[in-house]
């Protein structure tokens, strides 16, 4: 699969291997790790074109493009990120890794804990937004690139992006936001605890060392997913999509599937466990309940994002009622209260949170407008 005049074609995952300790917010420390990364585009002479993608709870480094012929689908992002897209790889380079406690790829709880030489399961540290941002700083780096043309990412991903032009404001030029929150509410931290729980009370989870068992807490890891999906889809979608159609055409009256959109969660849900990590799964959404960048300052936001030099773009989906836009215009008006440089785009959308994943024309338009100027600023 070749690439093509809107497709990147065959991609291959790269490893960065670090020997040096990581320091973790949790007081921990990693004495090595790996962290698996794809990239997309030329790196132009100055080396100043470089974008970094910065994935949700279930992405990874693979956002664009296929890994073989055989790929059914492509990279979780690849409706954004290719040729003369919304990241434009005839401008752009674009680089995509693999978190820390990732579920393939960069080093986690299902990789080989040198100190013991087995899984690390539950052992695995917790991870924090500002852990990840300092082994992307590192990844940077090795890749030589002084900085970043901009930092882009979605819901966990957005997170990631205010972190870095926090934590290294030199290292970002442009900070796009998307579909994201300043901090969880407290709905928020409740959903990803129930999901934990599902997780963690599967007789399968084995207090987190399931691979040594041969098993997976398929039930939890399942239920997690489903409840995730619902708060991902706007109430107008489900109903567009799904209605209160039953399934055989009839009511049975029993506790089987009858539904159609029971079918699609359980569709849903079954899919995941196949290519998703239980220990992954709570490791992610501790970081989402952890994210407060303005905890240091007193529930300051406007003092936290001090430092920042970047420019920002924050975008949010009127149907997103996960990270609603009234939680972007928090994270706008502390930028402006910071003297910062922001633009504001609240995207007419159906489908809710999930938004940030697709190519709507207000959307796309947004973000083509924006990152073509950054792409003119160096010259791409």
Wanted: proline share 4%.
């Amino acid at each position: 699969m070749e690439a093509t005049a809107h497709s990147i074609g065959l991609v291959e995952p790269q490893t960065l291997h670090v020997d040096d300790p990581l320091d973790l917010d949790c007081g921990k420390q990693l004495s090595q790790f790996n962290l698996v990364y794809e990239t997309y585009g030329t790196l132009n002479a100055d080396r100043s074109n470089a974008v970094l993608i910065c994935h949700a709870l279930s992405g990874n480094h693979h956002a664009a493009g296929y890994h073989s012929e055989n790929d059914a689908k492509p990279g979780w992002w690849n409706k954004c990120i290719g040729p003369g897209k919304m990241i434009d790889t005839n401008r752009f380079f674009v680089v995509s890794s693999a978190n820390l406690g990732c579920y393939n790829g960069s080093t986690g709880p299902g990789s080989t804990n040198p100190e013991t030489g087995r899984h690390y399961g539950p052992d695995f540290p917790v991870v924090t937004v500002g852990d990840w941002v300092r082994s992307q700083n590192l990844l940077r780096a090795h890749l030589g690139i002084d900085r970043w043309a901009a930092v882009v990412g979605g819901s966990l991903g957005g997170m990631q992006v205010m972190q870095w032009s926090i934590d290294y404001p030199d290292r970002v030029a442009h900070a796009v936001v998307i579909a994201s929150a300043p901090k969880l509410s407290a709905q928020n931290i409740a959903f990803n605890e129930i999901a934990r729980q599902a997780i963690v009370t599967d007789p399968d989870f084995h207090e987190g060392r399931y691979y040594e068992k041969g098993v997976v807490p398929r039930r939890g890891l399942m239920l997690a997913r489903m409840l995730g999906h619902i708060t991902y889809l706007s109430d107008d979608a489900m109903r567009a999509k799904f209605g209160r159609d039953l399934r055989a055409g009839r009511i049975n009256y029993g506790f089987d599937v009858e539904f159609q959109v029971e079918s699609y969660l359980r569709y849903q849900g079954e899919s995941f466990v196949t290519r998703f990590d239980a220990n992954t799964y709570l490791l992610m959404t501790k970081a989402l309940d952890y994210f407060d960048p303005a905890y240091e300052t007193g529930g300051r936001l406007a003092e936290a994002f001090e430092p920042a030099t970047a420019r920002f773009l924050v975008i949010s989906f009127t149907s997103d009622w996960r990270f609603a836009p009234a939680r972007s215009r928090e994270i706008v008006d502390a930028l402006v209260d910071a003297g910062k440089q922001v633009a504001y785009a609240e995207v007419e959308s159906d489908l809710g949170h999930d938004d940030f994943l697709l190519t709507m024309p207000h959307y796309a338009n947004t973000m083509k407008a924006y990152m073509s100027r950054v792409a003119a600023e160096v010259g791409a």
